[in-house]
Protein backbone atom coordinates (compact mmCIF):
# COMPACT_ATOMS: atom_id res chain seq x y z
CA UNK A 1 0.00 0.00 0.00
CA UNK A 2 2.73 2.36 0.65
CA UNK A 3 4.44 2.20 -2.43
CA UNK A 4 0.88 3.40 -3.98
CA UNK A 5 0.68 6.01 -1.85
CA UNK A 6 3.46 7.25 -2.96
CA UNK A 7 3.57 7.64 -6.93
CA UNK A 8 -0.27 8.23 -7.26
CA UNK A 9 -3.07 10.88 -6.54
CA UNK A 10 -6.59 10.16 -5.37
CA UNK A 11 -9.51 11.21 -3.12
CA UNK A 12 -9.90 9.22 0.09
CA UNK A 13 -13.92 7.88 0.22
CA UNK A 14 -16.00 10.33 2.18
CA UNK A 15 -17.41 7.68 4.29
CA UNK A 16 -13.20 6.56 5.40
CA UNK A 17 -13.07 10.35 5.81
CA UNK A 18 -16.31 10.40 8.20
CA UNK A 19 -14.52 6.96 10.18
CA UNK A 20 -11.38 9.65 11.12
CA UNK A 21 -13.51 12.17 11.80
CA UNK A 22 -15.41 10.75 14.46
CA UNK A 23 -13.16 9.03 15.83
CA UNK A 24 -11.71 12.34 16.72
CA UNK A 25 -14.78 13.54 17.94
CA UNK A 26 -16.19 11.19 19.94
CA UNK A 27 -12.91 10.64 22.18
CA UNK A 28 -12.14 14.42 22.04
CA UNK A 29 -15.36 14.90 24.00
CA UNK A 30 -14.93 11.82 25.70
CA UNK A 31 -11.33 13.27 27.23
CA UNK A 32 -12.99 17.48 27.58
CA UNK A 33 -15.09 15.23 30.27
CA UNK A 34 -12.21 15.77 32.69
CA UNK A 35 -12.03 18.93 32.53
CA UNK A 36 -12.40 20.79 35.76
CA UNK A 37 -12.12 17.29 36.93
CA UNK A 38 -8.17 16.06 36.14
CA UNK A 39 -6.69 14.37 39.30
CA UNK A 40 -3.98 17.07 39.75
CA UNK A 41 -4.16 20.37 37.63
CA UNK A 42 -1.57 19.20 35.28
CA UNK A 43 -3.50 16.50 33.88
CA UNK A 44 -6.32 18.86 33.40
CA UNK A 45 -4.74 20.96 31.13
CA UNK A 46 -3.63 18.05 29.29
CA UNK A 47 -6.07 16.37 28.89
CA UNK A 48 -8.24 19.33 27.72
CA UNK A 49 -5.36 19.63 25.36
CA UNK A 50 -5.51 15.98 24.54
CA UNK A 51 -9.06 16.75 23.58
CA UNK A 52 -8.68 20.19 21.42
CA UNK A 53 -6.23 18.24 19.31
CA UNK A 54 -8.50 15.69 18.67
CA UNK A 55 -11.60 18.12 18.02
CA UNK A 56 -9.32 20.04 16.06
CA UNK A 57 -8.72 17.01 13.96
CA UNK A 58 -12.13 16.03 13.81
CA UNK A 59 -12.75 19.85 12.46
CA UNK A 60 -10.59 19.26 9.33
CA UNK A 61 -11.86 16.25 8.52
CA UNK A 62 -15.46 16.80 8.45
CA UNK A 63 -14.41 20.12 6.55
CA UNK A 64 -12.69 18.05 3.78
CA UNK A 65 -15.79 15.64 3.75
CA UNK A 66 -18.30 18.35 3.42
CA UNK A 67 -16.32 20.05 0.56
CA UNK A 68 -16.69 16.76 -1.16
CA UNK A 69 -20.11 15.35 -0.22
CA UNK A 70 -21.01 19.25 -1.60
CA UNK A 71 -19.14 18.74 -4.70
CA UNK A 72 -20.57 15.73 -5.88
CA UNK A 73 -23.84 14.97 -6.81
CA UNK A 74 -24.38 11.45 -5.93
CA UNK A 75 -23.04 12.23 -2.22
CA UNK A 76 -24.96 15.61 -2.07
CA UNK A 77 -27.61 13.38 -2.35
CA UNK A 78 -26.75 10.64 -0.08
CA UNK A 79 -26.52 13.78 2.64
CA UNK A 80 -29.82 15.53 1.41
CA UNK A 81 -31.12 14.62 5.24
CA UNK A 82 -28.25 17.32 6.50
CA UNK A 83 -29.46 20.52 4.48
CA UNK A 84 -32.58 21.20 6.31
CA UNK A 85 -30.62 21.59 8.99
CA UNK A 86 -29.24 25.36 7.72
CA UNK A 87 -31.21 27.97 6.08
CA UNK A 88 -28.57 28.32 2.93
CA UNK A 89 -28.54 24.34 2.86
CA UNK A 90 -25.34 23.37 3.13
CA UNK A 91 -23.39 20.44 4.22
CA UNK A 92 -21.04 21.71 6.57
CA UNK A 93 -18.57 20.56 9.34
CA UNK A 94 -21.27 21.21 12.06
CA UNK A 95 -24.04 19.42 10.08
CA UNK A 96 -21.81 16.55 10.02
CA UNK A 97 -20.81 16.63 14.05
CA UNK A 98 -24.18 17.70 15.36
CA UNK A 99 -27.09 16.67 13.14
CA UNK A 100 -26.10 13.33 12.20
CA UNK A 101 -27.95 10.35 14.17
CA UNK A 102 -26.26 7.46 16.44
CA UNK A 103 -26.49 5.03 13.88
CA UNK A 104 -24.77 7.27 11.13
CA UNK A 105 -21.71 7.88 12.93
CA UNK A 106 -18.82 5.48 12.57
CA UNK A 107 -16.19 5.64 15.31
CA UNK A 108 -14.49 2.35 17.27
CA UNK A 109 -16.68 1.53 20.17
CA UNK A 110 -13.96 1.85 22.32
CA UNK A 111 -13.89 5.62 22.22
CA UNK A 112 -17.44 6.17 23.39
CA UNK A 113 -17.35 4.54 26.33
CA UNK A 114 -17.69 6.06 30.03
CA UNK A 115 -14.91 6.37 31.69
CA UNK A 116 -15.73 4.02 34.36
CA UNK A 117 -14.46 0.49 35.13
CA UNK A 118 -16.99 -2.27 33.90
CA UNK A 119 -19.69 -3.08 36.88
CA UNK A 120 -19.48 0.69 37.82
CA UNK A 121 -22.08 3.00 38.06
CA UNK A 122 -21.08 6.20 34.96
CA UNK A 123 -21.87 9.05 37.40
CA UNK A 124 -19.03 11.46 37.11
CA UNK A 125 -17.84 11.09 40.79
CA UNK A 126 -16.84 7.59 39.82
CA UNK A 127 -14.71 8.62 36.82
CA UNK A 128 -11.58 6.67 36.31
CA UNK A 129 -8.28 7.70 35.25
CA UNK A 130 -6.96 4.92 34.81
CA UNK A 131 -9.54 4.39 31.74
CA UNK A 132 -8.94 6.96 30.46
CA UNK A 133 -5.37 6.46 30.53
CA UNK A 134 -5.72 2.90 29.30
CA UNK A 135 -8.02 3.60 26.22
CA UNK A 136 -5.99 7.13 24.97
CA UNK A 137 -2.81 4.75 24.98
CA UNK A 138 -4.68 2.26 22.91
CA UNK A 139 -5.92 4.13 20.42
CA UNK A 140 -3.01 6.43 20.31
CA UNK A 141 -0.42 3.40 19.74
CA UNK A 142 -2.77 2.56 16.91
CA UNK A 143 -3.12 6.20 15.42
CA UNK A 144 1.19 6.18 15.41
CA UNK A 145 0.75 3.96 12.40
CA UNK A 146 -2.27 5.29 10.60
CA UNK A 147 -1.43 9.19 10.55
CA UNK A 148 1.77 8.46 9.38
CA UNK A 149 0.70 6.37 6.49
CA UNK A 150 -1.67 8.90 5.68
CA UNK A 151 0.54 11.29 5.63
CA UNK A 152 2.31 9.71 2.90
CA UNK A 153 -0.94 9.21 1.04
CA UNK A 154 -2.36 9.15 -2.60
CA UNK A 155 -4.85 11.90 -1.48
CA UNK A 156 -2.83 15.51 -0.61
CA UNK A 157 -5.42 16.64 1.24
CA UNK A 158 -6.08 13.47 3.71
CA UNK A 159 -1.86 13.71 3.62
CA UNK A 160 -1.72 17.47 4.88
CA UNK A 161 -4.22 16.86 8.03
CA UNK A 162 -2.45 13.66 8.86
CA UNK A 163 0.95 15.44 9.13
CA UNK A 164 -0.49 17.95 12.07
CA UNK A 165 -2.16 14.86 12.98
CA UNK A 166 0.87 12.46 13.62
CA UNK A 167 2.85 15.47 15.73
CA UNK A 168 0.21 15.58 17.86
CA UNK A 169 -0.78 11.84 18.17
CA UNK A 170 3.08 11.30 19.36
CA UNK A 171 2.14 13.20 22.38
CA UNK A 172 -0.50 11.51 23.05
CA UNK A 173 0.76 8.45 22.71
CA UNK A 174 3.73 9.42 24.77
CA UNK A 175 1.55 10.69 27.77
CA UNK A 176 -0.39 8.27 27.88
CA UNK A 177 2.34 6.21 27.98
CA UNK A 178 4.05 7.30 30.86
CA UNK A 179 1.05 7.41 32.65
CA UNK A 180 0.00 3.85 31.87
CA UNK A 181 3.96 2.98 33.24
CA UNK A 182 3.16 5.42 36.69
CA UNK A 183 0.06 3.68 37.52
CA UNK A 184 1.18 -0.58 36.57
CA UNK A 185 4.92 0.05 38.48
CA UNK A 186 3.34 2.45 41.38
CA UNK A 187 1.06 1.69 44.25
CA UNK A 188 -0.77 -1.82 44.88
CA UNK A 189 -4.01 0.18 44.10
CA UNK A 190 -2.87 2.14 40.86
CA UNK A 191 -1.69 -1.31 39.52
CA UNK A 192 -4.72 -3.12 40.12
CA UNK A 193 -6.88 -0.02 38.61
CA UNK A 194 -4.45 -0.11 35.50
CA UNK A 195 -4.92 -4.12 35.34
CA UNK A 196 -8.68 -3.57 35.43
CA UNK A 197 -8.60 -0.88 32.26
CA UNK A 198 -6.37 -3.03 30.28
CA UNK A 199 -8.57 -6.18 31.20
CA UNK A 200 -12.34 -3.99 30.10
CA UNK A 201 -10.59 -2.31 27.39
CA UNK A 202 -8.82 -4.79 25.09
CA UNK A 203 -11.53 -6.99 23.70
CA UNK A 204 -12.97 -3.54 21.65
CA UNK A 205 -9.86 -3.44 20.37
CA UNK A 206 -10.66 -6.55 18.08
CA UNK A 207 -12.30 -3.69 16.55
CA UNK A 208 -9.37 -2.37 14.74
CA UNK A 209 -8.46 -5.43 12.98
CA UNK A 210 -12.37 -5.72 11.70
CA UNK A 211 -12.06 -4.19 8.45
CA UNK A 212 -15.37 -1.77 7.17
CA UNK A 213 -16.37 -1.04 3.60
CA UNK A 214 -15.03 2.59 3.85
CA UNK A 215 -11.62 1.14 4.56
CA UNK A 216 -11.09 -1.84 1.92
CA UNK A 217 -12.63 0.97 -0.74
CA UNK A 218 -9.68 3.72 0.91
CA UNK A 219 -7.16 0.76 0.37
CA UNK A 220 -7.72 0.13 -2.56
CA UNK A 221 -7.13 3.96 -4.01
CA UNK A 222 -4.23 4.09 -2.52
CA UNK A 223 -6.06 6.40 0.15
CA UNK A 224 -6.29 4.76 3.31
CA UNK A 225 -4.42 2.10 5.39
CA UNK A 226 -4.61 -1.87 5.55
CA UNK A 227 -5.42 -2.22 9.50
CA UNK A 228 -4.27 -5.66 9.56
CA UNK A 229 -0.73 -4.89 8.58
CA UNK A 230 -0.84 -2.34 11.38
CA UNK A 231 -1.40 -4.77 13.65
CA UNK A 232 1.98 -6.13 14.50
CA UNK A 233 3.75 -3.26 15.56
CA UNK A 234 0.61 -2.08 17.73
CA UNK A 235 1.15 -5.02 19.99
CA UNK A 236 4.84 -4.51 19.90
CA UNK A 237 3.97 -1.35 21.51
CA UNK A 238 1.49 -2.86 23.79
CA UNK A 239 3.35 -5.30 24.40
CA UNK A 240 6.46 -3.26 25.33
CA UNK A 241 4.79 -0.68 27.69
CA UNK A 242 2.82 -3.49 29.50
CA UNK A 243 5.88 -5.33 30.57
CA UNK A 244 7.41 -2.14 31.99
CA UNK A 245 4.32 -1.57 33.39
CA UNK A 246 4.14 -4.85 35.44
CA UNK A 247 0.92 -5.35 33.49
CA UNK A 248 -0.30 -8.49 32.25
CA UNK A 249 -2.01 -8.82 28.87
CA UNK A 250 -5.31 -10.74 29.13
CA UNK A 251 -6.28 -13.76 26.61
CA UNK A 252 -6.68 -13.26 22.99
CA UNK A 253 -10.51 -11.93 23.06
CA UNK A 254 -12.73 -14.89 21.55
CA UNK A 255 -16.16 -13.07 21.82
CA UNK A 256 -18.47 -11.03 19.80
CA UNK A 257 -16.40 -8.01 17.77
CA UNK A 258 -17.40 -4.49 18.22
CA UNK A 259 -18.78 -2.54 15.43
CA UNK A 260 -19.19 0.79 16.29
CA UNK A 261 -17.12 1.33 12.42
CA UNK A 262 -20.04 0.16 11.27
CA UNK A 263 -22.72 2.47 12.62
CA UNK A 264 -23.41 -0.28 15.41
CA UNK A 265 -22.57 1.03 19.01
CA UNK A 266 -23.31 0.80 22.46
CA UNK A 267 -25.95 2.28 24.47
CA UNK A 268 -23.45 4.93 25.28
CA UNK A 269 -22.58 6.95 21.81
CA UNK A 270 -26.37 8.09 22.31
CA UNK A 271 -26.38 9.63 25.47
CA UNK A 272 -22.71 11.62 24.42
CA UNK A 273 -24.28 12.50 21.35
CA UNK A 274 -27.67 13.54 22.96
CA UNK A 275 -25.58 16.16 25.45
CA UNK A 276 -22.68 17.18 22.73
CA UNK A 277 -25.50 18.20 20.11
CA UNK A 278 -28.46 19.69 21.90
CA UNK A 279 -27.53 23.08 21.59
CA UNK A 280 -26.64 23.32 18.08
CA UNK A 281 -30.19 21.41 17.57
CA UNK A 282 -31.57 23.67 19.01
CA UNK A 283 -30.32 26.42 17.81
CA UNK A 284 -29.71 25.24 14.01
CA UNK A 285 -29.90 28.66 12.69
CA UNK A 286 -27.14 30.11 14.67
CA UNK A 287 -23.98 31.53 13.93
CA UNK A 288 -21.13 31.26 16.62
Not at 22 to 50: F, K, T, Y
Amino acid sequence: MDAALATTTATAPVDYLLHLADNALVLGQRNAEWCGHGPVIEEDLSMANNSLDLIGEARLLYQLAADRINGDAAESARFAHLRGARVDGAVTEDTLAYFRDTAEFRNYTLLELPHSPPRAATHAALRDYATTIVRNFLYSALMLGVWDRLARGADPALAGIAARAVKEVQYHYRHARDWLVRFGDGTAESHARAQVAIDHLMPYTEEFWSPSEAEAAARRAGTGVDGVALRGEWEARVDDALLEATLQRPAPHQGYVTEGKHGRHSEHLGFLLAEMQSLARAHPDARW
